[in-house]
């Protein structure tokens, strides 16, 4: 079992930034593609971002493709959502997943998600 712990959200202006963190816990941190997923109020949960365990490609939404990063630091058993530029349509509950695959990370669904960070951008 996989344990995902998410944190630094918050409330944000319009052209801001935010750095999401998410430590993980139960399996081997660089074994696990790490992806983040938001759902905003009255929507479905969306694909944001991953980052796959072997050889660190990442994916990106086109939504925030150039304004978010996804990174890992493996020794500290970390993923990092950087958020630059944020808009008010950025605003939603950030979510982290971890999966062992490395395939269609895009599509999949996720095997081990965390509880969630609120991101809100004003306007």
């Known amino acids: 079992q996989v344990q995902l712990v998410e944190s630094g959200g918050g409330l944000v202006q319009a052209g801001g930034s935010l750095r999401l963190s998410c430590a993980a816990s139960?399996?081997?941190?660089?074994?696990?593609?790490m992806g983040w997923f938001r759902q905003a109020p009255g929507k479905e949960r969306e694909f944001v971002a991953a980052?796959?365990?072997?050889?660190?490609?990442?994916y990106y939404a086109d939504s925030v493709k150039a304004r978010f990063t996804i990174s890992r630091d493996n020794a500290k058993n970390t993923v990092y959502l950087q958020m630059n530029s944020l808009k008010p349509e950025d605003t939603a509950v950030y979510y982290c997943?971890?999966?062992?695959?490395?395939?269609?990370?895009?599509?999949?669904?996720?095997?081990?998600w965390g509880q969630g960070t609120q991101v809100t951008v004003s306007s």
């Open positions: 980052i796959s365990w072997s050889y660190g490609n990442t």
């Open positions: 139960g399996r081997t941190f660089s074994s696990l593609s």
């Open positions: 997943a971890a999966d062992t695959s490395t395939v269609r990370l895009v599509t999949k669904p996720w095997d081990y």
